[in-house]
């Protein structure tokens, strides 16, 4: 079945027009309730439409191989094939797990970001600046470091470097209601801080809807200030694409 792109949801992101995401750092936050992890899905497979030299270095820590790649079929991007072609590396951290100490960690978040290093220089110069690093889980970061927030956002700073130092788009996803025993936990703020883009998935104000999964907010910064909400639009999760409309149009 031919896949539709979400208009909206590729205007909101600045998508459109075959504009892209490098050199800024997209922040993707949902809750338990209410999954973003669609917009993950979008990006990868615009990233790989949009430029024949475009990348993915893709940090797994939620889901396997094979689970984004029968996602992203279904929505027409083949990840196998893309991962056979230098396009998709994909780094397995599902069992990342550091002992206590804190020099172990540390020299285990450095361990991951220079695995990343190596694979964007060994790729040809002018494919440099369209690499996206995508994180699908910052949560499961802390839950690897044992709850150090201060290894993580280490290594989140690390990471958001890479978008000044080689042009590179940094896009990772937090659940931002797991975080129990703290209104805005140090993470979640200092992402926020440094987000280019800020995507907010939730549950509709007024409870459950049939034809409506939640609506989404994005947030983007101009020039260092705050930021400003340019769209707040519903959507609705079909089998092999997403469909995005403002509230009150849909019939």
């Given amino acids: 079945m031919e896949h539709k792109e979400p208009n909206l949801l590729n205007e909101s992101l600045g998508l459109h027009s ?12 949902d809750t338990v309730d209410t999954s973003a992890a669609f917009v993950l899905h979008h990006i990868l497979n615009r990233t790989f439409s949009s430029h024949p030299s475009s990348s993915v270095i893709f940090l797994a820590l939620s889901n396997t191989f094979s689970h984004y790649d029968r996602i992203l079929r279904k929505i027409g991007c083949n990840l196998a094939a893309q991962r056979d072609n230098n396009r998709f590396f994909f780094i397995d951290l599902l069992m990342l797990q550091f002992p206590d ?6 020299n285990g978040f450095a361990a991951v970001f220079e695995k990343i290093e190596r694979l964007i220089k060994a790729l040809p110069q002018d494919n440099m600046k369209c690499v996206t690093i995508m994180i699908d889980d910052i949560s499961f970061l802390q839950v690897a470091a044992n709850g150090s ?6 290594f989140l700073h690390y990471c958001y470097t890479l978008t000044s130092e ?14 129990l ?21 939730e549950p509709l104000a007024t409870g459950l809807a049939k034809d409506v999964h939640g609506q989404l907010m ?3 910064k101009q020039h260092g200030i705050s930021p ?5 639009f519903h959507f609705k999760i079909k089998e092999n694409s997403i469909e995005c409309f403002y509230p009150g149009t849909k019939i």
């Fill in 18 to 29: 075959n504009n892209n995401l490098y050199g800024r750092f997209v922040l993707v936050e």
């Fill in 101 to 106: 100490e804190g020099k172990s960690k540390h």
């Fill in 149 to 154: 927030s201060n290894h993580v956002l280490d």
């Fill in 166 to 179: 080689y042009g590179c788009a940094f896009v990772a996803l937090d659940h931002r209601d797991i975080y």
């Fill in 181 to 201: 025993n703290e209104d805005k936990p140090d993470i979640i703020l200092e992402m926020e801080h440094l987000a280019d883009v800020l995507v907010k998935a």
């Fill in 218 to 220: 994005v947030f983007i």
């Fill in 228 to 232: 400003v909400k340019i769209h707040n």
